[in-house]
């Protein structure tokens, strides 16, 4: 079975920065799309950021110019660099990668990392 471990979420003040991280770990097969989700209080859960395995991405409006997507490859892994942070984006952040079973789009969906951003 496939897992993701997520890392540095945390407390931060208005303007700081952190830099998210999820490693994959398992039999993963053709890895089509890594991405973050988000879920604030009383929000449903709404994407933040997508990378295709080619390279191409997706911002939300709401971080766009603040956030940046990227992944490694070789480790199975993806980030997500957070700066200029606000209030808003407090969530509790999900990393989710989609891999192609039998033609089948298949997502998995990591433990979620709470970030707070707050004076």
């Known amino acids: 079975q496939v897992q993701l471990v997520e890392s540095g979420g945390g407390l931060v003040q208005p303007g700081g920065s952190l830099r998210l991280s999820c490693a994959a770990s398992?039999?993963?097969?053709?890895?089509?799309?890594m991405g973050w989700y988000r879920q604030g209080p009383g929000k449903q859960r709404e994407l933040v950021a997508a990378?295709?395995?080619?390279?191409?991405?997706n911002y939300a409006d709401s971080v766009k110019g603040r956030f940046t997507i990227s992944r490694d490859n070789a480790k199975d892994s993806v980030y997500l660099q957070m700066n200029s942070l606000k209030p808003e984006d407090t969530a509790v952040y999900y990393c989710?990668?989609?891999?192609?079973?039998?033609?089948?789009?298949?997502?998995?969906w990591g433990q979620g990392t709470q970030v707070t951003v707050s004076s």
């Open positions: 398992g039999s993963i097969f053709s890895i089509t799309a």
């Open positions: 990378i295709t395995s080619g390279g191409s991405t």
């Open positions: 989710r990668i989609r891999v192609v079973v039998a033609t089948t789009p298949v997502d998995y």
